[in-house]
């Protein structure tokens, strides 16, 4: 697999940005009857390891090193350009998410690809490994730069509130038995604690209770609700669910305890370590359940800089 396609947050910008957003605009072409011996001399001089051919606007080939090294082996005679190009041309769309130029590159171990506009088949551009490289960390930057934007304007917002008391209040509804959207509300936490400058150990802390309790929502219930309260001082956290609730608390709360089917153990849950990660993470945890009815785990996070805890705990 591609070594860009590896990493998520890359994978995730390969679908947002489209082959337009990082292709080279600079186009350098030969045409059918442009003897070889030129060649080497334009892609010397523009750097580059290939060039498409063109004819009356259309694209009608790729010459590019191997092809004018072989011609040189041959014997270097006067020849144009048609008689040793490519005619077989991939090429990619300006329209097409960058993805696809990721996945070609690595599917044909070509260098650079010919793009056209979709409507008429012109050429618009040509992509390169260092373009995407360049279009990945353009785009990184823009959403980095957002995100501080984004962070800071957060960050104020107890501050330019003015009340005897401020409190701002997340909800997350969750749904059970969704594996494709488990754990985003507890992502979705994270990302808002950190953009209100929240300590970063406060941060993780948080998210890995909310984590926990949101994975055991979606293991064992049909469906609940996360109300993150989030004041000056603490973060208080309630997850709710209409679920099977627990018959045995104390139980529940043993590391290694678990009710967790087979089918869950194999997606990587169940060693019943949950309810006890939480308990380490949190400065208090109080879990009240009713057979038949539903599961309500409460629990809250100082965040007042006296107490907040450096030390690393551990999370089982
Ligand atoms: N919301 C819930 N509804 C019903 N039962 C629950 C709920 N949360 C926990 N339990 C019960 O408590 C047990 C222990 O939960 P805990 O989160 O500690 O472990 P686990 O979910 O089984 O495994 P792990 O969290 O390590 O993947 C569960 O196996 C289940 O029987
Ligand atoms: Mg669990």
Not at 184 to 209: D, Q
Not at 234 to 250: C, K, L
Request: glycine share 8%; charged share 30%; proline share 4%.
């Amino acid at each position: 697999m591609s070594p860009y396609v590896k990493a998520p947050k890359i994978r995730e910008l390969g679908y947002e940005l489209k082959v337009r957003d990082a292709m080279d605009r600079n186009l350098i072409t030969v045409q059918p009857e442009t003897p070889m011996s030129k060649v080497r001399g334009v892609l010397r001089s523009n750097r580059i390891s290939g060039i498409p051919v063109i004819d009356k606007d259309k694209l009608v080939g790729v010459v590019c090193v191997e092809d004018l090294v072989n011609w040189l082996r041959a014997g270097a005679d006067n020849c144009s350009v048609e008689e040793k190009m490519s005619k077989n041309v991939v090429t990619l769309y300006t329209d097409e998410p960058l993805i696809h130029a990721i996945n070609k590159l690595e599917q044909y171990g070509f260098f650079h690809f010919p793009v056209l506009e979709r409507e008429n088949r012109v050429l618009a551009g040509t992509i390169t490994r260092e373009g995407i490289i360049r279009g990945l960390l353009k785009k990184l930057e823009i959403d980095y730069r957002e995100e501080e934007i984004r962070h800071y304007r957060a960050s104020h917002v107890f501050e330019d509130m003015i009340a005897d008391k401020t409190s701002l209040i997340f909800q997350y509804y969750v749904v059970g038995q969704d594996f494709n959207r488990a754990g985003e509300s507890a992502s979705a936490l994270k990302k808002t604690l950190k953009r209100l400058g929240t300590h970063p150990e406060i941060v993780r802390r948080a998210a890995i209770a909310v984590y926990e309790a949101e994975m055991n929502l979606v293991i064992f219930a049909r469906s609940g609700e996360i109300i993150v309260k989030v004041d000056p001082n603490q973060i208080r956290i309630e997850v709710e669910d209409s679920g099977p609730g627990i018959p045995d608390i104390e139980k529940a709360m043993q590391p290694g305890y678990s009710t967790a089917p087979n089918w869950v153990r194999e997606l990587g849950f169940g060693a019943g370590m949950g309810l006890n990660n939480i308990k380490k993470c949190v400065d208090e945890m109080n879990v009240t359940s009713t057979v038949g009815k539903g599961t309500r785990v409460e629990m809250y996070v100082a965040t007042k800089k006296e107490s907040v805890s450096y030390e690393v705990k551990g999370t089982g």
